[in-house]
């Protein structure tokens, strides 16, 4: 009995190794093309409009700064009942 808990623990440990393992590996190649899209969709951004607009990928500080304007989200009229 005592050998099976051993087996069943260390099976355990092993799926939960491969699971880590796989999803640093999956996780790492999403990033990349995450990467790859935002750089593929800048330059087309810069071939279509001629004019590149910052994007989801840049910085806050570079969309904030590339264009005059900022935009402000408004929230709109609330109610609050006493």
Do not use: N, W
Request: with cysteine; aromatic share 10%.
């Amino acid at each position: 009995m005592a050998v099976k808990k051993q087996v069943v623990s260390v099976l355990t440990m092993a799926a939960g190794f491969l699971h880590e393992i796989l999803s640093f590996i999956v996780f790492t190649m999403l990033d990349l093309l995450d990467f790859v899209l935002c750089f593929a969709f800048k330059v087309a951004d810069v071939i279509m409009e001629a004019e590149r607009k910052p994007c989801y990928c840049s910085s806050g500080k570079e969309a904030i700064t590339s264009s005059g304007k900022i935009l402000v989200s408004e929230r709109g009229s609330r109610r609050y009942s006493v």
